[in-house]
């Protein structure tokens, strides 16, 4: 009865969390109801590269690994004799050890890599040590060690491989619904590369991108367009849509609280021809307040009073409200938005964008002044 209820915990919380991983895709200004601080948030964590293998959400994986979880309890709840697993304990403990494993690795990049923690996942990862410690007490009841189970249970296998295979097969149809059913994308799969196809080669692209420091799609943006952003013939116009109800009507009251701020200081630090540099910390930071802002700025050799000067200035005010202004005008619901060539794309770029990208622009020549034409507005690349 444990056994059951806690694979049933893990379908709940697995279909809530593909859930919110199709809702932040198709809707990236959306927050979950766990995106609670900088470090406790399933949003980065969902939205980071390793929320996901193959461009499906590892939750997806996990709705069809707790069905089947369920299905050997409820078998071994029933006592049914089955050709095949003999001992449903046996398939649970492997599967219980596998999980939990997998588990470990995924809190240690949690921890050392992504910077944040899902408390979703973490409930997930205490499921799947809750299994283990179950079917490891039913199995010393059994007196049956694990290496004999597992033992008798392969020359079960090659007894009724055809009852095998067919239930391998239900349980593989279900998971490629369930993937079918969370990688589905509006405006479908390839329009980036549609939007770049064709064309002389030395024409340029244009991408106007919009986005919002504390937006974890915008971070994952910014650091995938590292190695395109250079690029002569990649033309980024860069523009701030901050969800941040003190600057933009569009954005409900204490939603990223500070990225108005971020915003005009991202405006400041273009003015002094570091915008670049700033971007790039600011992402990977979580600086929100003005001091910490100015000692950020001061760190990458802007000038302290020009900086601060331009941060309480109305021109940097109208600069930000002018990006807003456009925002609402091109019809953007979240961050980021891009539109490359004229042609809307939301969220982060996948592998096979880029590489359309990579391989429409060709390989970079080097400018003779040294300079970066490609960014237009004084804003950061998202």
């Known amino acids: 009865m444990v056994l059951a209820a806690l694979s049933g915990a893990g379908v709940v919380v697995s279909v809530y969390l593909t859930y919110v991983h199709q809702r932040l895709r198709s809707e990236p200004g959306w927050e979950s109801l ?17 929320g996901a293998v193959g461009g499906v959400p590892l939750s997806a994986f996990a709705v ?44 240690g990049v949690s921890t050392f890599w992504i910077g944040a923690w899902c408390p979703l996942c973490m409930a997930l990862y205490a499921v799947n040590v809750g299994i283990l410690v179950v079917v490891w007490r039913a199995l010393r009841r059994t007196g049956e060690g694990l290496r004999n ?55 340029p692209i244009e991408m106007i991108v919009y986005s919002d420091f504390q937006c974890p799609h915008c ?53 002094q021809q570091r915008e670049a540099a700033f971007t790039d910390e600011a992402f990977e930071g979580s600086t929100r307040d003005r001091s910490g802002l100015v000692e950020l700025a001061v760190s990458l050799g802007l000038d302290r009073g020009r900086f601060e000067t331009c941060l309480d200035s109305v021109e940097t005010a109208k600069r930000l409200q002018e990006d807003i202004h456009a925002a609402i005008g091109d019809e953007v619901r979240g961050t980021p938005t891009l539109f490359i ?11 096979e964008d880029l590489g359309c990208l990579a391989a429409r622009l060709g390989p970079p020549k080097v400018r003779p002044s040294g300079k970066r034409p490609g960014r237009i507005g004084g804003g950061p690349v998202a």
């Open 64 to 107: 069809w690994f707790y069905l089947l979880m369920g299905t050997l309890a409820a078998v071994g709840l029933a006592r049914r004799e089955l050709a095949f697993p003999r001992s449903p304990a046996v398939v649970l403990f492997v599967a219980g050890a596998f999980a939990t494993a997998l588990s470990a690795a995924l809190a």
């Open 219 to 271: 971070r994952a943006l910014n650091g995938a367009l590292r190695r395109l952003r250079d690029h002569p013939r990649l033309r980024v116009v860069a523009r701030h849509y901050p969800l941040d109800g003190a600057c933009n009507p569009r954005a409900r009251q204490g939603q990223h609280v500070g990225a108005c701020l971020q915003a005009r200081a991202a405006i400041c630090a273009a003015a």
């Open 149 to 203: 189970g597992l033992a008798v249970e392969w020359r079960y296998w090659r007894l009724h491989r055809r009852q095998a295979l067919w239930g391998g097969g239900i349980a593989l149809t279900a998971l490629v619904s369930v993937v079918f059913a969370s990688t589905r994308q509006t405006g479908g799969p390839g329009s980036v590369c549609a939007a770049v196809a064709g064309g002389a080669a030395d024409i």
């Open 34 to 50: 766990c995106a609670i601080s900088s470090s406790l948030n399933c949003d980065t964590v969902i939205t980071s590269p390793f």
């Open 341 to 351: 060539n004229g042609q809307r794309h939301v969220g982060v770029l996948s592998p």
